[in-house]
């Protein structure tokens, strides 16, 4: 049985930084795709950044020069740096791998920027 385990956030203030985590243990399989997703007050969730084999990375324009998402040492684990963090940078925070034909989504784990 998969499970995700995402850790790494909390409150900062404006212009602070915070690192999130996620592993997928019990998969046989290797995710080549990861992304970080967020749900922020009022929107719907978005896409926030993601990582095709080992580095190649894509962000959306709104992070783009400050978040970069980077693949663990242990197989199918990621990370998220937040950098420069901004009010609108607060939402709940999930990561997302396909493995083995399925999709697996983490438990969410809350950002907070206070101003």
């Known amino acids: 049985q998969v499970q995700l385990v995402e850790s790494g956030g909390g409150v900062v203030q404006a212009g602070g930084s915070l690192r999130l985590s996620c592993e997928a243990r019990?998969?046989?399989?290797?995710?080549?795709?990861i992304t970080w997703h967020r749900r922020v007050p009022g929107k719907q969730r978005e896409l926030v950044a993601s990582i095709i084999g080992e580095d190649s990375a894509g962000y959306t324009e709104s992070v783009s020069g400050r978040f970069t998402i980077s693949r663990g040492h242990a197989k199918n684990s990621v990370y998220l740096q937040m950098n420069s963090l901004n009010v609108a940078d607060t939402g709940v925070y999930y990561c997302r791998f396909p493995l083995g034909g399925q999709e697996y989504w983490g438990q969410g784990t809350q950002v907070t920027v206070s101003s």
């Open positions: 019990g998969s046989p399989y290797s995710a080549n795709v």
